[in-house]
């Protein structure tokens, strides 16, 4: 708690701007969160309303958003640097192409069939595994037969999903 009499004579500014930005963007998130659940009702503790869980998210995320930012100005930290753009691309990317591959598509006169989770899931996490800088081919691909062994049975054996497989190899 006790700063030193230079931090002291430095007065109130931001220490750690990775953590203010951070906690501003919670901030902002949650209001976003709340003045889009606003129509939901509350209820009560006796009853819960559809609004409930949305809104205590939100004012837990704006809160813990106030947090941050306060912190960032006692603590020092790391600056504000750009954003690591490829990540964000190959892990949106991998999300899109698995929905587009578990279900199938048309666009104008392309047609790709319904490849199932046998197909969706070994490819979005082989795409969004290219965002990592350490990235070993081998421990990715044994990732994502385990990952996707693990979710077919998961999803359609033991929650009974109705989830296609592999319809253009299984028919199912």
């Given at each position: 708690?006790?700063?030193?009499?230079?931090?002291r004579?430095?007065?109130l500014?931001?220490?750690?701007?990775q953590?203010?930005a951070?906690?501003?963007?919670?901030?902002?998130?949650?209001?976003?969160?709340?003045v889009?659940s606003?129509?939901?009702?509350?209820?009560?503790?006796r009853q819960?309303g559809?609004?409930?869980l949305?809104?205590?998210?939100?004012?837990?995320c704006?809160?813990?958003?106030?947090?941050?930012?306060?912190?960032?100005?006692r603590y020092?930290?790391?600056?504000?640097t750009?954003?690591?753009?490829?990540?964000?691309?190959?892990?949106?990317?991998?999300?899109?192409?698995f929905?587009?591959?578990?279900?199938?598509?048309?666009?104008?006169?392309i047609?790709?069939?319904?490849l199932g989770?046998?197909?969706?899931?070994?490819?979005?996490?082989?795409v969004?595994?290219?965002?990592a800088?350490?990235?070993?081919?081998?421990?990715?691909?044994?990732?994502?037969?385990?990952?996707?062994?693990?979710?077919?049975?998961?999803?359609?054996y033991a929650?009974?999903?109705?989830?296609?497989?592999?319809?253009?190899?299984?028919g199912?």
């Amino acid at each position: 708690m006790s700063l030193n009499p230079i931090e002291r004579a430095q007065g109130l500014r931001i220490r750690s701007q990775q953590d203010m930005a951070a906690g501003l963007f919670m901030v902002a998130l949650g209001v976003f969160a709340f003045v889009l659940s606003g129509d939901l009702p509350l209820g009560s503790l006796r009853q819960i309303g559809p609004g409930m869980l949305p809104k205590s998210f939100a004012v837990i995320c704006a809160a813990l958003g106030l947090m941050l930012s306060l912190a960032s100005l006692r603590y020092n930290g790391e600056k504000l640097t750009g954003w690591a753009w490829r990540g964000v691309f190959l892990v949106l990317g991998g999300a899109c192409l698995f929905g587009l591959a578990i279900r199938g598509f048309d666009i104008g006169p392309i047609h790709i069939p319904q490849l199932g989770l046998l197909v969706a899931g070994p490819l979005v996490i082989l795409v969004s595994g290219l965002a990592a800088d350490d990235m070993k081919w081998k421990e990715l691909i044994i990732f994502a037969i385990a990952m996707t062994t693990a979710c077919a049975l998961l999803f359609k054996y033991a929650l009974s999903l109705p989830i296609p497989l592999a319809p253009w190899l299984l028919g199912i």
